[in-house]
């Protein structure tokens, strides 16, 4: 299907179709066929993920089309681990970590310009380990210091991997604070201290604030040093050993050569 309104159509008709399968199977329609229709449904989300990779391969700069197909190799994941005596928590969690996979894959594509990956990948892998664990810790307290300290580790990585990313270190820190103060008891005697965590938002504008007057100056400068500077036009006749040029309303004498199209003739001397 070369048209692209026909791969449109095709891939509307295969989503459509396998939401109308899902929907079957959710409502117990197709319980009695369970083991069956759900690997043929894994099969089927195989082959399509399969496609996309294809489709990647061939044209690279879609680099969008590996977020579907590992999405779509979670959910043939799922479908599988359906069948097996697997907790429901770690079902979700799953999906999740298709989607974490599909975004670090955007990122190792191209580190430089796709470091933005790092931060919905890591969130959706936190979220996946949070929602799978909490199948073996029930504290809620515990499960949001996975979270918000998860959280915060993403930032501080990104800043790791690409120190021109440093304002990752300030959602990171509160992030990080956060998760201090949930995870601290009431009454110890580090929760008084806890609660001047706002004052590392100070000191982080203060360090923004000079961070950026030091660069304004040494910036404009060096903008100022990659222009070019203007070079003076030569004038016409001033130049050195340039014959110069007649003016329009030169003086009698100046012309030194004939006229355009003028032919001299050499009269005899009448003596000879």
């Known amino acids: 299907m070369s048209d692209p309104r026909l791969r449109s159509v095709g891939w509307g008709v295969l989503l459509m179709g396998s939401g109308v399968l899902l929907l079957l199977f959710e409502f117990g329609l197709l319980a009695p066929y ?43 994941a799922v479908l599988v681990m359906s069948t097996l005596a697997v907790d429901q928590r770690w079902l979700g969690a799953t999906v999740f970590f298709g989607l974490a996979l599909a975004f670090t894959h955007v ?58 990313q440093w304002w990752a270190v300030i959602p990171g820190g509160v992030l990080i ?39 304004t100056r040494p910036e404009r400068m060096e903008v100022n040093a990659a222009r070019p500077a203007k070079r003076a036009q030569p004038q016409p006749g001033k130049a050195s050993g340039a014959a110069p040029l007649p003016s329009a309303r030169g003086a009698l004498g100046e012309y030194t050569q004939p006229a355009p199209g003028a032919t001299i003739e050499v009269l005899p001397d009448p003596d000879d």
Do not use: C, K
Not at 184 to 193: D, I, N, V
């Open 107 to 164: 990122y190792l594509l191209d580190r430089g310009s796709r470091w933005w990956a790092l931060i919905p990948g890591g969130f959706l892998l936190v979220l996946g380990l949070v929602i799978g664990v909490s199948a073996w810790i029930p504290s809620i307290n515990m499960l949001a210091l996975l979270l918000f300290g998860g959280l915060g580790a993403v930032f501080f990585l990104l800043f790791l991997l690409h120190r021109r």
């Open 34 to 76: 369970s083991p069956l229709v759900q690997y043929i449904l894994a099969g089927a989300f195989v082959l399509a993920a399969i496609i996309f990779f294809g489709t990647f391969a061939r044209t690279p700069a879609d680099w969008w089309r590996v977020i579907p197909g590992w999405t779509l190799l979670g959910l043939a």
């Open 177 to 215: 604070v956060f998760a201090a103060l949930i995870a601290a008891p009431e009454g110890s005697e580090t929760s008084p201290l806890l609660r001047w965590w706002p004052l590392l938002l100070v000191l982080a504008g203060i360090v923004v604030a000079i961070r950026g007057g030091r660069r």
